[in-house]
């Protein structure tokens, strides 16, 4: 009896590693370099906005409502590893969590069906705020004291000057920058573009059918 | 012998109610040049991706009848299997470079490195193509800073390096201007002349009148007529009705046909053309 | 950062150069994994300056230097904030009016972040200086790393470059068609927004082409790879490689132990 449940259980571990291999289809690896492009432009435009719409994860959670969390997160990951090949900043891999960790919720989302009506879409944005804002939180303590060179670190030191516990301040700061971006246009520009896309190319990937 | 048979070969694309290729009868001779030809949205470019076994890996959707390439049915072998007997080129020089190498040269490897093929032997294949391709200054340079053409050379190369009995070309020069397409027709006649099998998609008639043996018409998902390459691309009246503009010497000597200053049948060349104008200027 | 700095090889005759990336990269990782357990700063500064002879040898010495510009910015957020607001202060150094003053505790935590990012960023950056991505991959491909990965980051590397200059195109066109980026919010918002969409539907469309490209490389193919790029692990990367590591080790527990 024994035997046979331990049987099971390595039986259930390798179809999990089969399944996340399974999508890793030719097209879904493609998608990796795209995403990461899509981030890049989505970077360069923000700087041209000068709004806090950081738009550097449209590229990550477009291939997640595409392609998956795994997918997703690998690309999102990727984005700062190659960021710090380029611009030799290698700060930026350990900002790669963040990304790592936006990819893989709204792959989840994505993959549990919760992307399917426009109040959903807010929701999972909020929720991908708040990871965002977490992750990102403790990373830019361990690396870099709590700031990062731009105005987010006025709103931080304003709440510090309040008298607000550092650990709330750090994560309200950067919630704050974060819920604008990530709430509407991270996650609704994606969104809509997959609800558009023509069912040729949308039947090339797995995830797709889940959101139209 | 045929190293390409397709047999009652109908494919509907997933999601499709209509076969986008509906029962397609067809040999190709090994060593055989065949031309392509139809309007846009006849199924060509379909047609194309069937003998790499993009249809059914790649594209979901529903087979019928059979298509053996190379020895091989398709339906029942992996794109990589079929890989290294069919070369598969398409048009845009941009997205069919993988960009998997930082240079021609790796790009070249690439698809070698991913069958596994020994370095030296590697090594040895890579200098045989850059010559084939006329690039040897651009060896070690970025694909990415090359002309369209030499892009799309460079793609062709990168396919025959694996060593295809077969080579399919979807429409490789549409995209290009008219330098680039003549460097790459130019390769295409050189490989011609090499005895690869080449079956070549391409809407310049005028090229295509040069060198292909026969040439097949797609119209409406369906085969309509293959025949010997100046049988066809001299029936005007086929042609149009499919769709598909005659060459340029054609046109001409239709024309002076029509106005009774020539009096015999219907150009397809160059060739042809000046034969023709010797005869009419001696008048 | 200018964005016009785009892949930060710099191709140079040196030993260094010469290394394996592997060995580089246990260095640049051996720093900085110490730069976050040495014992305080003044460790991490004599790390820092360790880097000099390498850089030297690597004909690199100006350059090595250049993402400190960039450090700048963020030491003067960084001691702006914690010495005035440090969570653990404790001992005041300066008071101030307004009931401000700056701390000890804090002004010490900052001096103790900037030395670990100036280790970070230099080493990070000789490794970048001084490695062909080219041979990353190939090396870390031929170490077990999966193709795919190695195909996903040197195609990466070389479409960013064309993706940025590409959007600045995009970016230059609107602002010369008047679409002004000082513009109210909503302004800015109705000039950029529309150029998300294209972006996702052209880029879907490509990503089936390129992936048919793949295919027809026998991206696929089930079997041991081989490599192009030939990268060689020299007896001197082994004793590098090792004794990166065990000096390291050394360093960081003679630093809590002095």
Known sequence: ?212 | MAIVKFKDFSWTYQGYKKPTLRNINLSVKEGEFLGVIGRVGSGRSTFCMTMLGLIPHFFPGRIKGELVVDGLSVEESSIAELSTRVGLIFQSPDTQLTGAGTTVEEELAFGLENLGVPQKEMNKRVKKMVKLIGLESFRNRSPFELSGGQQQKVAIASVLIMQPRILVLDEPTAQLDPLGTSQVFDLIKKLAKKGITIILNTQKINYLAEFADRVAILNKNKLVKVDKARKILTDVKLLRRNGIIPSVYTQLSEQLIKEGLYKGSLCLTLGDAKKMIKKVVKK | ?258
């Open chain 1, 1 to 212: 009896m024994v035997k046979k449940k331990t049987k099971k259980k390595t039986k259930a571990k390798k179809g999990i590693i089969e399944r996340i291999k399974s999508e890793f289809t030719t097209v879904a690896i493609v998608m990796i370099p795209i995403a990461i492009g899509i981030n890049q432009a989505g970077r360069l435009i923000h700087q041209a906005l000068g709004l806090p719409i950081w738009l550097d994860t449209i590229g990550t959670i477009f291939t997640a409502m595409l392609c998956g969390p795994w997918v997703a997160g690998v690309g999102g990951f990727l984005t700062n590893v190659v960021t710090a090949l380029i611009y030799g900043r290698a700060t930026s891999v350990f900002f790669g969590t963040v990304q790592l960790g936006i990819g893989m919720l709204a792959g989840y989302f994505t993959y549990k069906g919760w992307f399917k009506k426009w109040w959903q879409v807010f929701l999972g944005g909020v929720g991908i705020a708040v990871t965002a804002a977490a992750i990102s939180s403790v990373i830019v303590v361990f690396v870099r004291g709590g700031v990062s060179g731009a105005g987010i670190d006025l709103v931080f030191g304003f709440f510090l000057a309040m008298g607000q516990n550092f650990w709330t301040s750090i994560f309200a700061s950067r919630f704050l920058v974060e819920i604008l971006d990530k709430a509407v246009i991270a996650v609704f520009v994606p969104w809509l573009s997959i609800k558009r896309l023509p069912d040729r190319y949308a039947r090339m990937f797995k995830y797709a059918s889940k959101i139209r």
């Open chain 3, 1 to 258: 950062m200018p964005e016009a700095v785009l892949i930060s090889y710099v191709k140079k005759k040196s030993f260094f150069h010469k290394l394996n990336p592997l060995t580089k990269l246990v260095l640049a990782v051996c720093a900085i994994t110490l730069s976050f357990l040495l014992k305080n700063f003044m460790y991490n500064l004599i790390l820092f300056f360790f880097i000099i002879p390498f850089a030297y040898e690597a004909k690199l010495l100006r350059q090595v230097f250049k993402p400190l510009r960039y450090l700048f910015i963020i030491f003067v957020f960084l001691f702006g904030i914690q010495s005035f607001f440090y969570p653990f202060r404790e001992t005041v150094l300066v008071q101030l009016p307004f009931g401000f003053a700056i701390w000890l505790e804090g002004l010490l935590y900052a001096v103790d972040i900037s030395a670990r990012l100036l280790v970070i960023m230099v080493y990070g950056y000789l490794f970048v200086l001084t490695t062909h991505p080219g041979d990353l991959v190939s090396e870390l491909k031929e170490r077990g790393m999966p193709h795919w990965l190695g195909y996903v980051l040197i195609t990466t590397l070389q479409l960013i470059p064309r993706v940025t200059s590409q959007t600045e195109v995009i970016i230059e066109a609107q602002r010369s068609r008047g679409l002004e980026t000082q513009g109210s919010v909503i302004k800015r918002l109705k000039a950029y927004t529309p150029l998300l969409g294209p972006l996702f539907m052209g880029s879907v469309q490509n990503a089936v082409e390129r992936a048919m490209a793949l295919e027809a490389r026998a991206f696929r193919a089930e079997c041991d790879k081989t490599r192009y790029r030939d990268v060689k692990f020299t007896k001197q990367d082994k004793l590098i490689t090792a004794s990166s590591i065990i000096l390291s080790i050394i360093y960081g527990v003679v630093s809590w132990l002095l």
